[in-house]
């Protein structure tokens, strides 16, 4: 393989603040220098050292690290449990009356649990779960809208050792069999339904559909959130207020060992049929902490919101284990951010007095189309730090954020990771860290990246490659749920003893990553290998355009052309304008990677957790039928209408 060619050409920084860095825990170059170097010597001893002075144990582990990869074990001998390291920790010191979880609803009705009350909460639906007959190891699936609940659920399956498999709630029934299937799961828990633009998403009608399709699943229990008359059927289905009122609130929490499966999580589809990842208790929870403290810089006064559905990674992670084990607030959002109006993210972020805001580059593109006057409207200035994940972030996107959301004052963390590696592995630390438009910069203590070649040879600065971990971390997945051999296979089977994230990405001469997009998606113009983030961020600073998508397809000549599927910001453009973003894309990056085809579209296929999903398009771009797995695509009538004007 060549390299993959970079022709974006970024050269924009901002360095930290002196009042941001002063405070920070990690704040300065040394600081970071001397724990990423003591981690990549010494990674048993960095994380051990960590696990003991960070983490709550019932029993302390006696071996900090075991095996290379794939099957490195993490803190074996000990016993743990991650509600505890959540809540009772906190009992214990003057958070027992802080708040844990502010929520809002989405029509707007709200909730505030200190820890305490959560914990209370958490172990009364615990106690619940024990006599619907769950025992330690059983699978649990949480089908549920963004409310409490679904926080309390998860807890109260970790207090006793039970495996929370969640399902994100706008997946079909059929989705929710083939993932029970897997899980193997034995209850699930589910609400009436969840709100959703106005409307109603009907859950429990979806795990009735589901359930003839997953006979493993033994009893349902339905938390009331909309009022709608859902069937209830007798023996098998239970209300949640009703249970809780038949028990205490005194739940010893189990004492489980180290590597117990703290929960399984399908992956987001982008590239093909979702994968059950799982992840264990010790490990995850260590990550999920530290990850959370280093990155967000969380301190007890903040009000941090994550914007994520719990359904994915950055849920778990990053609205409840990371937040609550650092004894945050974690701020809980229902709804979507385009309803009553487009106003609806910032109006809580001035209500909340929010400090620390974290969401995604799909969202950031959805601001910017609908204009700067909605943020304009709000008092942000409570806002110290932004972050964002799930996609590589186009630069005019990133400045935009900085600019008209974090007033030029906020530094933004540009967070690399993966289902699979549970936490944060590439991000500015934002005290240390200048930031770069579109860079994701260094890696955290613990973890060591490299850029290789497709036979695992190292490239220079600059050359684009392949994404791999050189060293395993704690918080990484051990397995693909019942599919030891696939996780190998994926992860593991392309370059011996690295660990392939499935990206391309390059790093620059201070050692900042730039992720390129997705190896698969990597095109191949006349010989030279494109990023197709590079041409999409090339469409996207041209002011006519709020999202683009690039994809290879057959060309006669060049091997592969260039195809841009182009999300206008206004109407559709004409076509001198379409001339002039050709030319502006050639003379922002060079006549190497001039589009063979534009392609005017109002949206993009993308998954539910808001990726793009180039594969689909490339079968459009080519002419034939979607081949891959759609389960997980949002919205089917946008890839019917992108057909259609085929
Ligand atoms: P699947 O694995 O099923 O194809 P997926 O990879 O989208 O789906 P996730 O685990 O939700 O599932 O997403 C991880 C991927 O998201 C990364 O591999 C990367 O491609 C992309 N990603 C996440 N954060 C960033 C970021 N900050 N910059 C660039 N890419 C990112
Ligand atoms: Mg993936």
Redesign the pocket.
């Known amino acids: 393989m060549s390299s993959i060619k970079s022709v974006l050409q970024e050269t924009r920084q901002f360095p930290p603040s002196p009042e941001f860095a002063k405070d920070a825990h990690i704040s300065s170059e040394e600081q970071y220098q001397q724990l990423w170097n003591r981690a990549k010597d010494n990674p048993a001893g960095f994380w051990g050292e960590l696990a003991q002075t960070e983490l709550e144990w019932f029993k302390p582990f006696e071996t900090a690290m075991e095996g290379q990869m794939p099957d490195t074990k993490w803190f074996l001998g000990g016993k743990i449990n991650a509600s505890v390291q959540c809540l009772d920790r906190h009992l214990k010191t003057w958070r027992k009356n802080k708040a844990a979880i502010i929520w809002e609803g989405e029509p707007g009705d709200t909730r505030t649990l200190t820890y305490q009350q959560l914990h209370r909460e958490v172990c009364k639906f615990a106690n619940v779960l024990k006599k619907l007959g769950v025992q330690t190891g059983d699978r649990v699936t949480l089908y549920m809208p963004m409310v409490p609940e679904l926080a309390i659920a998860m807890l109260a399956c970790s207090r006793i050792g039970a495996t929370h498999s969640i399902i994100f709630g706008g997946f079909s029934a059929d989705a929710i069999a083939d993932r029970n299937n897997d899980a193997q799961a034995k209850v699930v828990v589910t609400a009436d339904g969840g709100w959703r633009r106005g409307k109603e998403v009907p859950l429990k009608t979806n795990v009735d559909a589901s359930l003839p399709k997953a006979p493993s699943v033994e009893k349902v229990v339905v938390v009331r959130r909309t009022g709608t008359p859902v069937d209830m059927v007798p023996d098998r289905d239970y209300w949640w207020h009703e249970l809780m009122e038949q028990v205490d609130a005194d739940c010893e929490p189990a004492e489980l060992d180290s590597e117990h499966p703290l929960f399984i999580l399908y ?2 589809g ?2 093909g049929k979702p994968k059950g990842v799982l992840h264990t208790t010790a490990g995850y929870m260590l990550g999920a902490q530290m990850t959370s403290r280093w990155v967000f810089d969380l301190k007890d006064q903040d009000t941090y919101w994550c914007t994520a559905d719990i359904g994915w990674i950055t849920g778990h992670s990053y609205i409840v284990y990371g937040p609550l084990s650092n004894g945050a607030t974690s701020l809980m959002f229902e709804g979507a951010p385009n309803w009553p109006d487009e106003g609806r993210f910032w109006e809580i972020i001035e209500k909340y007095q929010v400090n620390i805001f974290y969401t995604a580059p799909t969202a950031i593109r959805a601001f910017i189309k609908w204009g700067d006057q909605w943020p304009q409207k709000y008092d942000l200035s409570s806002l110290r730090l932004l972050g964002t994940v799930g996609e590589p972030i186009n630069p005019e996107a990133w400045m935009w954020y900085h600019r008209v959301i974090g007033g030029e004052r906020c530094p933004i963390v540009d967070t690399w990771w ?3 590696t549970g936490g944060i592995m590439i991000s500015p630390l934002p005290g240390v860290q200048s930031t770069k438009p579109g860079s994701c910069t260094r890696p955290l203590p613990g973890v060591v990246p490299a850029i290789v070649d497709d036979k695992g040879n190292p490239l220079e600065a600059n050359q684009g490659g392949l994404l791999v971990m050189t060293q395993p971390w704690p918080h990484m997945l051990r397995t693909l749920y019942g599919d030891h051999q696939r996780f190998k296979d994926t992860y593991f089977g392309k370059l011996e003893g690295l660990y392939f994230a ?1 990206d391309g990405a390059r790093k620059d001469e201070d050692g900042c990553y730039w992720v390129m997009g997705r190896v698969d998606d990597v095109l191949n113009v006349s010989g030279h290998r494109l990023s197709t983030m590079e041409i999409e961020s090339a469409l996207v600073s041209h002011p006519l355009v709020a999202e683009a998508a690039v994809v290879g397809f057959p060309h006669e000549l060049k091997g592969e052309g260039i195809c841009c599927f182009v999300t206008p910001k206004g109407v559709t453009p004409s076509d001198q304008e379409k001339k002039e973003l050709i030319a502006h894309v050639r003379k922002q990056i060079g006549a190497l990677a001039t589009p063979d085809q534009i392609r005017f579209t109002p949206s993009l296929p993308k998954t539910r957790s808001g990726k793009i999903m180039r594969r689909l398009l490339r079968d459009i771009a080519a002419g034939k039928e979607s081949s891959g797995d759609t389960t997980t695509l949002e919205d089917y009538t946008v890839l019917a209408k992108l057909r259609e004007e085929d």
């Open positions: 992956t987001s982008s590239t993966q289902t699979e499935g």
